[in-house]
């Protein structure tokens, strides 16, 4: 792992406000809509110049994961919810108003239960599983 994404993240990167097209990313992570999210974050990387864009990066895998499980793609779900933990383990738990400490264990409960389903099983995944990302209003920090 580099030390780019090895190295905790300051607090100042992520008490700045998230960007329009990470906001407009996880709406529609939020509606479910994995796809098109994938696609604003995705955006909201590539005009991202500072290490939070790694932020951007690591849940728009987490998208592409709930994709693709939901698709019944184990391998596709696995190997995404593998990378998105390497984008995010730098940051805390709250970051740019959003609450990874919850997305972190929301994913991870997810790749255990794709695991314990195997392929051959895992459109027997609950769809209750799929939690929306939460926002932390900055006052609530």
């Known amino acids: 792992m580099s030390s780019s994404t090895s190295a ?11 960007h329009p097209l990470a906001l407009r990313g996880i ?3 939020n509606a479910g809509d994995y796809f098109e999210a994938h696609e604003e974050l995705e955006n909201a990387w590539r005009q991202e110049t500072g290490p939070v864009r790694n932020l951007y990066r690591g849940i728009l895998q987490v998208a592409v994961a709930y994709y693709h499980a939901r698709r019944g793609n184990y391998v596709g779900a696995r190997k995404m919810l593998l990378r998105c933990r390497r984008w995010l383990a730098p940051f805390p738990d709250i970051c740019r108003g959003i609450d990874l400490g919850s ?3 929301d994913f991870l409960a997810i790749e255990a239960a794709i695991k314990r389903l195997g392929p051959d099983h895992i459109s027997e995944l609950d ?3 799929f939690r929306p990302i939460h926002l932390v209003d900055p006052g609530e920090v």
Do not use: G, H, T
């Not at 905790?8 to 998230?18: T, V």
């Open 8 to 18: 905790a993240i300051d607090d100042p990167e992520c008490r700045a406000p998230l």
């Open 27 to 29: 709406e529609l992570f």
């Open 127 to 129: 769809a209750a599983m």
């Open 103 to 105: 997305l972190r264990r």
